[in-house]
Structure formats: C-alpha cells, structure tokens
C-alpha cells in the first residue's frame, strides 16, 4: 500500500499509515506493548493492530459495537482494556451544531433505550486478543471518555438519566471482574431530576464533562462550555471542588482536554474547535500557572497554525487533544504534542511558558475517501487524536484517513 505522503511537515517524518482493515474511521487512540488501541467514530467497535513495525501495522482484532452504540474511546493500562459504551449520538444528531449545541440529556430524555451504554472491561495480558472480563452498566445515554493509567480507581464522563448531560465519575476496579461506581461531582444546575436549575442557556451551550486527567488526588476536568474545574480526590466518595474557572463566553467554549504538568505548576488547556472554517470563534491551547491550585491563572496560549489558511481550507481548524503523558509513553513537561484538525499534529516547545514555540508540524494529505455518513462533509484532513511512544513515534488518528505512525525527529 502506497502511503500518502504529507501536506506539510516539520520536524517530523513519515513512517507508516494503515486504514485499519478498510475502517480508516479512527477517534481515540491507546499504545500498549507495542500494540495501539483504536476506537472507531462510525464503523461501529474498536480495532487492535500490531505496531512492532511501524511502516506496516497489522490489524489484528476488531471488536464490534451492540446496536446503536459507540466504542469511540478506551483507555489501556495494567493489561486492561476499558471501553465506552453509549448512544451512537452522530446518528441522532446528524447535524454538528445540534449536536454541540445545547445539553444533550435534556433533549434525550425518555429516548426509547435501543443501545448499550457503561464501561465494557477487557483482559489484554495478550495484546492482539481483548478478553471480556466484566460489563459496569449505566442507567442514562452512557460513558464518553475515561482516564485510566492502572490501580484501583478509573475516572469517567458519564451522562447519567436525570442529569443535563455528563458529568464526572469514579469508577472502582478494585476487582475488575466486579466493577463498581464510587464518587460522582457535577456542575450546580446540572441535576435536573433533583430540581437543580440550569444557570447557563441550555438551548445554546453544553456543559458537559468532556474528561477529566487525574494526578496525585487531583482531576483537571474540562467541561465543554463550562469551563474548568479542579477537584479534590482525597475521598473518593466525595470528590470536593477546589475551583472552577470558565472563559466562554466572550471565548467560544468548547474546552477538551486539561493536562497538568505537576513539576512546573502548570496546566494546559485545549479548547476543541467544533464548528467548519471557524464558525465557533478561533479556540486556544491555554498555559495555566496553578502554583496557588485554588486561583490558576492564564499565563499565554499556544501560536495558532500559520502555515497554510486553514480557516478556509475546510472542516475544522483549530485544536482537538493533546498527548496526555501516560505513564509508559512519552513524557515531557516541556514538548507538547497537539492535534488542530485540519492543521494536523502540532509540537510545542514550552521551555519559557510565557512564550510557546512551535518547532514541529505534521498535516497529512486528504482522506482518499469519506466514511463519515453525515451529508456536506468536506474531504480534508481532520487530525483527531495523539500518542508518542517513548521513542518520539506519534500516532496519529483521523475519522476519515486512519492511522499515521510519524517520527519526531528532535527526540
């Protein structure tokens, strides 16, 4: 297979790109002992591919998802697969903004319960074969996204029924096979079904747990439109707010992924462009300086893209997620890896936080074929998600063009 070769690149090469068995629709993305994890946004399931040969990754599982469900993410850790289960919400909600636009629990409430939704557990002590070891249900329209990096304690968005839309959740794996859910925290106005009132327009914004990245007894959660919270994890129980900050409006909300950088007090924070040719405003990477936890203060924003007009080229532009420094994958608290769609991977060198630097960029070629179903789409690359392996090796994923093995070359 002729791999395409990139658009632009700097500072990375090419190594290998796979349509992952002709389901090139990839969303969240695990490495795990030489083996990556793919969760698909339309072809329904997950897929395992072999990455000890990075130039040729074999698929060597796909898992299907029950009926109307999605498997778009997963986490892998202490030989363990957890992956979400919820309602396939791109067929319910064909169009973007509707499906952005506005809380996604009020408007499914009393939805007829066609799909599968909790965390399905997996045993991968064999990484190519997934082993079901437990199913932990939900009672609502199911999990988006969870943190999990081994031990006891997993971490989930979790849209349960009678809430506005997700919200956080600890989950107990004390015992895999018997999966348990702990401690839950949510936004005041967020529990409809106990008589909580909404302080934000329902209609217009979702404040909504997107995920939350957990270190030392604190969860840096990312609440769409909400904003940002800091929460205490000492009691599981009882996860205890520390603060919440939220700078949408006047900025256009969508906030996705927080990652601390615990040795030099700071935070980054990407807000997920959701909208074509920047519709939603243009959406920053923040730099946070958290070393008074309770009051984090914006220090700079990562430089947008310049290279090519990716406001005009088509779909989405501006960032998505960000390598999250799992334990054995790459770690820097000073290089930040992160996707911005159509603009692809981008590196960041935030030696001096006040001053982000871009010294790397990878945008891979267009998609040699459209597998989202929703109609208007536009055939341009849409860089979704982002691994480096301890090497520097990136894998990258898009939901129509697959997976991208790239190698940053300063590593």
Known sequence: MTVPEPVYAKGFSLVGHSDQGGRPDAMQVQYHRDHVYVGH????????????????????????????TWNIHLQAADDLLLVIHAK??????????AYYGGSV??????????????????????????KPISFLPVEGVG?????YTGGRWAYASVLFDGYTDYVFAVIDLADPARPKWAGTWHLPGMHAAAGETPGWDTKRWRY?????????????????DGGLTVLDLTDREAPRLVVHRNWSPPFGGGTHTALPLPGRDLLVVADEAVADELADGLKHVWVFDIREPANPVSIATFPTPSDDAYSAKG??????????????TFVSESLIFATYQNAGLRAVDLTDPYRPVSVGAFVPAAPARLIDPRPGRPRVIQTADVTVTESGLAFITDYNAGLYAVQYEEV
């Open 41 to 68: 946004l339309f072809s329904g399931g997950f897929s395992v591919l072999d990455v000890r040969d990075p130039r040729s990754m074999r698929v060597r599982h796909f898992e299907p998802a029950p009926p109307n």
């Open 88 to 97: 396939d919400l791109w067929a319910e909600f064909r169009d973007e903004s």
């Open 105 to 130: 629990g009020t408007r499914l409430a009393g939805t007829n319960r066609n799909w599968s939704a909790g965390v399905a557990i997996h045993d991968i002590s064999d990484p190519a074969d997934p």
């Open 143 to 147: 999990v988006h996204r969870l943190w």
């Open 208 to 224: 909504a747990l997107h995920h939350a990245i957990v270190h030392d007894d604190v969860a840096y959660a990312s609440w769409r």
């Open 315 to 328: 779909g989405h532009f501006g960032p998505h997620n960000l390598h999250e420094n799992r334990p054995g």
